[in-house]
């Protein structure tokens, strides 16, 4: 029986034309190798000799290569050949996966809650198409995941390497095996569920396990337990699973998530998750509804409008400050200022200010009936940027208009026209800001969406995608057909959400 030790620089069967190693497991080596007809290169993964020694074991490897070649989705790599050399070799050819590993990616960890929902949710539609045909993973882990880009530059995560996994027996579809057939004990310690760590039978569940534990990693960037494989093997399988908080203290981890996540770690399989797509329908719940959430994972929520998912920016408070005095008569229009609206720190300060602006528009309102002429306007301090000029009259001016587009002549305005005077043409930037107090139309906000879309598209071809990594998944994270039919306070919450991005998109093109 040849070994796979001296594979590099032949070409196997005839086709593959072996270039370098890339990997070498417990059942098998995977070989970069390049077809010498047509070209491409490939992963090609072939068993060990001493492994094929035992005949049970070829036949799993044999039915693997079969069912490996029914993957056929776009977050799993496929199989694309299989066979025996003619001095006994058993090998599977599977598509080169292009990309960083998760595992490398991992480093630059914690992720933004959006994007770790985006690749989570990926990840379950291509564990769920495996669990499908009959394949369960059994070492599911980060390396084992390869994130690439698509031809929009959305991030793609594609599970890589079914090599080693456990497969139903033939005849009886509830029997998936144990973790120590032949005697080769697979899996990653740190990934591995406590039931495949104490070398009882397995099911798919333990990749939801491994997810668990990935998902985890996002979130704090830290994984659940330190030590060696042994140590963390034994801590999955007695010790409770610590909070975010515990492991990551500065981390102001989702709720949500580590709830989820809490769930697919629990050590009775029964407790967990029963499928990839259950756990991807509550992924879906958390995005597009995080009340209904809370209510399926057990979480109290604090009675205040939903938070955005991606991390806040720290601002404070606007200084309120007392405008010169209006002339006689005049009309005050109060726009919608969208384009500077930014998220506050907590979700308490943005309560706080909402109320605050409502309470000062009540007060102006009931000035205006008790004093003819002139009155004193208190409004918001606008935030330190350039003010648009007016083409026609080069005067300082601040627009903010939801979409870009004219504002709707449902909304109240009034517009604020200070006579001369020392404080007004001494800084112009010091226009009176208001926030809306309706909240936008679904007209409106649609508008606004596509106007932030563009915004982030001209963004990319700026600076590239490293400067949008992170401002695209809140982009999408947003399904507008649904914001669009929400109540009018949640609408109102997307818009400031868009307007949160689209402040850091005009930050990032000018930095």
């Not at 995977?30 to 001493?50: D, I, M, N, Q, T």
């Not at 045909?133 to 980060?142: A, S």
């Not at 404080?423 to 906000?445: C, G, H, M, R, Y």
Request: proline letters at 7%; glycine letters at 8%.
């Amino acid at each position: 029986m040849p070994s796979t030790d001296h594979l590099l620089g032949k070409v196997l069967a005839s086709r593959y034309a072996i270039e370098e190693m890339l990997g070498d497991g417990a059942v098998g080596v995977v070989y970069r190798a390049r077809h010498v007809r047509v070209g491409r290169p490939f992963a090609v993964k072939v068993l060990k000799p001493r492994v094929v020694k035992d005949a049970k074991m070829v036949r799993r490897f044999e039915r693997e290569a079969e069912l490996a070649g029914r993957l056929n989705h776009v977050n799993v790599v496929p199989v694309v050949d299989t066979g025996t050399t003619d001095d006994g070799l058993h090998y599977l050819v599977m598509e080169l996966a292009t990309g960083a590993s998760l595992n490398q990616m991992l480093a630059k960890a914690p992720f933004a809650p959006a994007r770790t929902i985006d690749l989570a949710r990926q990840l379950c539609e291509g564990l769920q198409h495996a669990h499908d045909v009959g394949l369960v993973h059994r070492d599911f882990k980060p390396d084992n995941v390869i994130v690439g880009r698509d031809d929009r530059g959305r991030e793609i995560a594609r599970i890589v390497d079914f090599g080693v996994a456990i497969l139903r027996e033939e005849g009886d579809p509830t029997d998936w095996g144990r973790m120590t057939t032949a005697g080769i004990v697979v899996g990653t310690p740190h990934y591995m569920a406590p039931e495949q760590a104490r070398g009882d039978a397995i099911d798919h569940r333990i990749d939801l396990f491994a997810l668990g534990v990935i998902m985890y990693e996002m979130v704090t960037g830290k994984l659940p337990f330190d030590g060696d494989g042994v140590d963390v093997a034994r801590a999955n399988l007695t010790d409770p699973t610590p909070a975010m908080t515990v492991r990551a203290p500065k981390v102001d981890a989702d709720p949500l998530l580590e709830a989820l996540v809490r769930r697919l770690l629990e050590k009775e399989p029964s407790a967990r998750p029963q499928s990839a797509g259950e756990v991807r329908a509550l992924l879906d719940l958390i995005e597009r509804d995080r009340v209904a959430a809370a209510g399926q994972l057990g979480v109290a929520l604090p009675p205040v409008l939903p938070p955005q998912l991606d991390r806040l920016e720290t601002e404070p408070p606007r200084r309120m400050e007392t405008e010169p005095a209006l002339a006689a008569g005049s009309q005050a229009e109060i726009e919608i200022e969208t384009d500077r609206l930014r998220a506050f720190s907590t979700r308490k300060s943005i309560a706080a200010a909402v109320a605050l602006v409502g309470l000062l528009a009540v007060g102006w309102v009931a000035m205006q009936r008790k004093v003819k002429g002139s009155a004193p306007e208190v409004a918001m301090e606008a935030p330190e940027e350039a003010p648009v000029r007016d083409r026609e009259t080069g005067s300082a001016r601040e627009t903010a208009v939801l979409g870009g587009g004219s504002q709707p002549s449902t909304t109240t305005t009034t517009t604020t026209t200070a006579s001369p005077s020392k404080s007004t043409t001494a800084k112009s930037a010091a226009a009176p800001v208001t926030a809306s107090k309706d909240p936008p139309t679904a007209v409106q906000l649609a508008k606004l969406y596509t106007s932030v879309g563009r915004e982030l598209k001209t963004l990319d071809a700026k600076r590239g995608e490293d400067a949008t990594i992170d401002l695209w998944p809140r982009y999408r994270w947003i399904r507008i057909n649904d914001e669009m039919s929400a109540p009018p306070e949640r609408r109102a919450v997307v818009a400031e959400m868009l307007a949160a991005l689209r402040h850091d998109i005009r930050d990032l093109a000018t930095h």
